[in-house]
């Protein structure tokens, strides 16, 4: 697998990644032709109504990762690692093979340097790891709020080390989340593995997005970066108000 992204970057072809949660949406996805499929812990916001990733549990993500598994022949399954599930190499292996069982490929954690021996430890097991650098959604609290990184060429450096640093380690892509495009750039340029971008601007060597956002399916909030090409909950209230109509006139 590893190589298979290393040559996509080679060649120049673009990756494509989504989320998904649940059946119809992975098998949807992977009908059309995504080239990786991820239950991200995003799935708090998006679809169980928390504030923000950091109340998700492994349960939940075990529970999600199976049901999206059901649904996925072609694509990449890859499944996030929550909170506090990896805070140290042992626990981060059991969770990951956790993951693993419920039917994902490979497991993301969300840190660069910080925590090289939980991705060793992981990919020691056999089990292949994404990374995630840039805006870290699990800190958000931490960072009061989701702030661009890599404004100054300090910062951007540090990514780079971070990338090259995670790289090494053997993860077979990584996520930049919310980086200067400029910064993205760079990490882009110094990396062998592809960068898969989210608000990073198009430089990276794919991008994804949270698929609530890409079919304006979660319409309380959209980031700036988004451009909905779909306005699904104005379609499921139209659908619910023809039926509301239709039961009351006695249809
Ligand atoms: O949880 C998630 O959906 C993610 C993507 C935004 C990269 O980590």
């Not at 996509?8 to 119809?24: M, Q, S, V, W």
């Not at 090494?168 to 200067?180: C, M, P, T």
């Amino acid at each position: 697998m590893q190589q298979e992204f290393r040559d996509k970057k080679l060649r120049g072809e673009r990756i494509t990644a989504l989320t998904a949660y649940d059946y119809p949406t992975a098998r949807l996805l992977d009908e059309s032709g995504i080239d990786l499929i991820l239950v991200g812990d995003s799935v708090g916001m998006v679809v169980l109504g928390y504030e923000d990733t950091t109340q998700v549990t492994l349960a939940e993500m075990v529970h999600h990762t199976r049901a999206a598994a059901r649904g996925v022949k072609s694509a990449l399954l890859v499944a996030d690692l929550p909170i506090h599930t990896y805070d140290d190499p042992t626990q981060a292996v059991s969770s990951a093979r956790a993951l693993v069982e419920a039917g994902a490929q490979a497991v993301k954690l969300e840190g660069g340097v910080s925590h090289l021996p939980q991705i060793e430890a992981i990919i020691a097991e056999d089990i292949p790891v994404m990374g995630h650098i840039g805006m870290l959604p699990q800190s958000v609290r931490e960072e009061g709020g989701y702030k661009v990184k890599g404004r100054t060429q300090a910062e951007a450096e540090a990514l780079v080390r971070d990338g090259l640093a995670v790289e090494k380690a053997g993860v077979f892509s990584i996520v930049l989340e919310i980086v200067n495009p400029e910064a993205a750039r760079q990490i882009t340029s110094a990396l062998t593995i592809p960068t898969i971008g989210i608000g990073s601007g198009v430089q990276c060597d794919g991008q994804i997005l949270v698929t609530h956002d890409l079919i304006g399916l979660f319409p309380w909030f959209t980031p700036k970066f988004v451009s909905p090409e779909a306005r699904v909950a104005e379609e499921i209230r139209k659908a619910v108000q023809i039926f509301i109509g239709r039961t009351k006139a006695g249809e």
